[in-house]
């Protein structure tokens, strides 16, 4: 499994209901602290707090469910003595901060009401005697909970972030295996059916074809139950990295058996290459290769060029196309070996012409 960074760890903090229960803690915490430490305070209005906070920790979860036990919490505190009233009072606002974070705006406003109404009712408690009094305190109450919307649609910001860089990450993910299964299970599979064809045609199942064959079908299904495993278990995919001069020689070996006039004119790749940027270029090629052996004409030369220049690492592969044949195929393969590139800062060029195709992949290094 891949390690979990501290930014990451935090995204997941904000999207699940740590945010609800912080503050719950935060708010009984000063309680409870004031309830020890100072003259003030009483059992029966720390069981009102811890009843509030109880509510406003539940708003993670179930809101409207925490807006009837903060207003039943609030209601309760009728019973207290004024002076006992703590900071818990304020972990009212809670389940209003975590309604605007999901955008239940109508909830929202019923939840505002309706905590308001009992706010009022327990402010009256404090012997108000003039209006001056009354809107000061009211209009610290505006604040409070304009202090609580404010941070909920912070907070449902920073979560609506966090999901979206997840849906990022899901989908970058999906394209990856896309990509993979399309390097290595089609080629095989296709490999597969032409040398079945060819068989079919010819009236003679050869003994180096049967064995192809054999090894095609084994690595595919090797390659799947590896796949399989990996979204099984759900652990990130995490695909191999290949060396390019290897892949290069590799590609050029695979040509040759399938009876193709190959050229391979390679630099060998610089120490200071970024491994990324080597093992991108190693999947052009191989991806590159597929395509010749796919739609190639092996009657004519093929040529494979790794060059350096000016601080750029390019690879061009080129050969004939058969008559009636189009080299681009899908277009998964293009597309594959495009975002490749882009997530080194290199880019493809695709030349192609009614009989030639020529590849060009290039990054810096």
Known sequence: MAEVTRGERMRLW?????????????????????YFVTPFGSGHSLAWAAALCAGAALSGWRPIAAVMVVVLAV??????????????????????????????????AVATLSISCAVVIFTARFNLATWEEWASSLLGWVFVFALAAALGAALGQARRAGELEAQALV?????????????????????????VEQARLSDEVKPEDLAMISEAARRSSRYLRQMMTLLRVGEEHDPE????????????????RRGFDVVLQAEPAPEEMPVAVGDALAKV????????LRHGDWRQPCSIMLVQSAGRLELVVSNAVLPGQTARGNGLGLTGMQERMEGVGGRVEILESPRLWVLRASARF
């Open 241 to 256: 990295v290949l060396d390019l001069d290897e892949t290069l020689e590799a590609s050029r070996s695979r040509l040759a």
């Open 171 to 195: 989908e970058a993910q999906r394209r990856q295996i896309a990509i993979d299964l399309h390097d290595n299970v089609s080629h095989d599979l296709s490999m597969i059916v032409m040398r």
């Open 285 to 292: 090629a191989k991806e590159a290769t597929n395509n010749v």
């Open 75 to 108: 209601l309760g505190h009728l019973s207290v003595a004024v002076e006992d009233a703590g900071a818990a009072m304020f972990a009212c606002v809670v389940p209003v901060m975590t309604l605007v974070s999901r955008r239940q705006w109508r909830a929202a």
């Open 14 to 34: 904000l999207r699940g209901e740590s945010p609800e229960v912080l503050f719950a803690l935060l708010f009984f915490g000063v309680d409870l602290i004031t």
